[in-house]
């Protein structure tokens, strides 16, 4: 043979993840490309003096994993040395939080912004106890009277101050929140330290902004964790003018200029996928459309690093009441869109419009919407876009789609869209739901059986820093549907299959990314992007798939982690 393969496996199960799911036992890769796959004697003939032949032992050889929703400079940004752990189990009470903060104060010059990251209610002792016991800057004040605190939810869409940053930002009882946000007040009308969607970029405008070498070293950490876990695709979702205010600038347009340098130098380890994000989490049509016009982008290797389309914020999140649903929550409110408008009807003008211009323009969009009223109105929006200007083969997707309906995944499916859905966040917030939308809602939401039954191409992803980047958890959810605090089931009857589970996470986020021909499964011919499994993923209880060790990672034929060589 005129050219030898530099990697063969043997003795493993390479599950395909083709069209029929096919199970192999060997592969072999060449110059960055698979090559063969088969049995033994399929790849015997690749072998060469310069080939590493690695002989699995019964383990799992898997496409590269794409985590489809994964925020990477902002995942590397949420946790030390540039931000304090909040998450759970660092701690898992409102007295921990404070706790953490007294330490940094201590270790802070005068004066300086303490910053953390994860918070979340549901995990929080105080209040899981008393749910109508929320984060006040009085639960900083205590610790922390001269450094301003900023303390960012697990969500995203909350944030929580002590009374020093309310005074240096400026806010007061007399503050009116920017549209599409809401600073919480006190039954005295005082702000609690509770600033929630669009009102967070009242803090982020008065933060100093990441410098490029932080939003460098939190990339370069984000790389090394995905590596380590066997993701070699994700997609930045959201990078550009719409972001300069959101976590310090973290999906702004610097951090593009960051992945480009990255991309120059040869450390990209992960192939990366970006939507732009033209405006933030509340826009209206013309503010939108008139920052669309001056986005522009290419990258000088697409199978690298690939700008994809736009993102829009459409409504917010379920524990904050601001996901739009057709139905009240619990305690009464129903949430609405978040773009400019001061009715409804005017709000779904402005979003039909901004999906218009964006569709017209030649984008990809993928759309942040949770509420299933909300969810109804964007797949309206995408198929009245496609009626008025068909495109081929456009590829809009929601983003999260908690709530999907029958009616918007018929509406999907019949125009070849997509949704992007979350299974760890379903397993982190499962119970918590129920305190706001009630058990049967609760239950349903991330409908993965009925949307993959109703024709929906469907994708997962973590939304890190929402989650954890890990894969291995979401495939388990996916299959059991249990939760995170108690382990209880949440809507059995949307369970999927291993098979199912495992393509949301190769060939169903590889088409996403417009991908699927060239990667996403192992077939001779596509890129090389590999992830090994210690042990055989599919006979393993799915309650035991989040403890099996990821061994190897290779991305366009190079290893990128190896622990069968430690």
């Not at 189990?89 to 912004?113: E, F, H, I, K, M």
Request: hydrophobic fraction near 40%.
């Amino acid at each position: 043979m005129d050219t030898y393969a530099d990697l063969v496996f043997l003795g493993g199960r390479v599950v395909t993840v083709d069209a029929r799911f096919t199970v192999a036992s060997a592969l072999a890769v060449t110059g960055g490309i698979i090559s063969a796959v088969g049995r033994r004697e399929d790849v015997a003939p690749f072998v060469g003096p310069g080939t590493r032949v690695i002989d699995l032992r019964g383990a799992t050889l898997l496409p590269g994993i794409n985590d489809s929703h994964l925020h990477g400079c902002a995942f590397g940004m949420a946790g030390p040395p540039l931000s304090l752990d909040l998450g759970h189990p660092a701690v898992s009470s409102l007295a921990d939080v404070a706790a953490a903060v007294r330490q940094a104060v201590g270790r802070a010059p005068d004066g300086q912004w303490i910053t953390g990251h994860g918070w979340d209610t549901g995990y929080l002792a105080e209040c899981v106890t008393d749910p109508s016991r929320q984060p006040s800057r009085h639960d900083l004040d205590t610790v922390s009277r001269d450094h301003p605190v900023v303390l960012y939810s697990f969500s995203g869409h909350a944030t929580w101050v002590n009374s020093k940053a309310l005074e240096l930002i400026g806010i007061d009882r007399s503050t009116v929140a920017p549209p599409g946000g809401a600073i919480v007040t006190d039954d005295a009308g005082e702000p609690t330290g509770l600033l929630h969607e669009a009102a967070q970029a009242l803090v982020q405008n008065a933060l100093p902004p990441l410098s490029r070498q932080e939003r460098t070293d939190a990339i370069r950490s984000t790389l090394a964790t995905l590596a380590r876990l066997g993701v070699t695709s994700y997609t930045e979702p959201g990078l550009g003018p719409g972001g300069d205010g959101i976590m310090r600038g973290a999906l702004g347009r610097q951090t593009l200029d960051v992945y480009h340098q990255l991309l120059a130098d040869g450390e990209l380890t992960a192939r990366v996928g970006v939507l732009l994000l033209p405006t933030g989490m509340t826009s209206t049509a013309e503010e939108f459309a008139r920052t669309l016009t001056a986005l522009g982008g290419t990258a000088a290797d697409p199978r690298r690093l690939a700008i994809h389309g736009v993102k829009i914020f459409a409504d917010g999140i379920v524990p904050n009441k601001t996901a739009w649903m057709h139905e009240p929550y619990v305690g009464g409110g129903s949430g609405s869109l978040c773009v400019g408008g001061g009715t409804h009807a005017e709000r779904i003008t402005e979003i039909d419009a901004m999906i218009r211009h964006a569709h017209i323009a030649g984008h990809q969009l993928g759309v942040h919407v949770t509420g299933d009223r909300a969810i109804d109105t964007v797949a309206d929006a995408f198929a009245a876009a496609m009626a008025e200007h068909p495109r081929p083969d456009a590829r809009h997707y929601l983003i999260h789609g908690d709530f999907l309906t029958p009616h918007s995944m018929k509406v999907l499916a019949a125009h070849g869209f997509g949704v992007n859905m979350n299974p760890t966040i379903k397993w982190t917030v499962a119970d918590m739901e129920e305190d706001f939308v009630g058990s049967g809602r609760a239950a349903y939401a991330w409908p993965y059986r009925d949307a993959i039954d109703a024709g929906v191409r469907v994708a997962s992803g973590s939304d890190a820093p929402v989650t954890h980047p890990d894969w291995r958890q979401g495939i388990a959810t996916m299959m059991l549907r249990e939760s995170k605090a108690t382990g209880r089931v949440s809507g059995p009857e949307q369970r999927i299959g291993l098979a199912e589970a495992v393509r949301t996470y190769t060939i169903d986020a590889a088409w996403q990314d417009f991908a699927d021909d060239w990667k996403g499964s192992l077939e001779p011919g596509k890129v090389a992007d590999l992830c090994v499994l210690d042990g055989d993923l599919l006979t393993t209880d799915p309650h035991d798939i989040p403890e099996m060790p990821v061994v190897l990672t290779v991305m366009d034929g190079q290893v990128v982690h190896d622990a069968l060589r430690d």
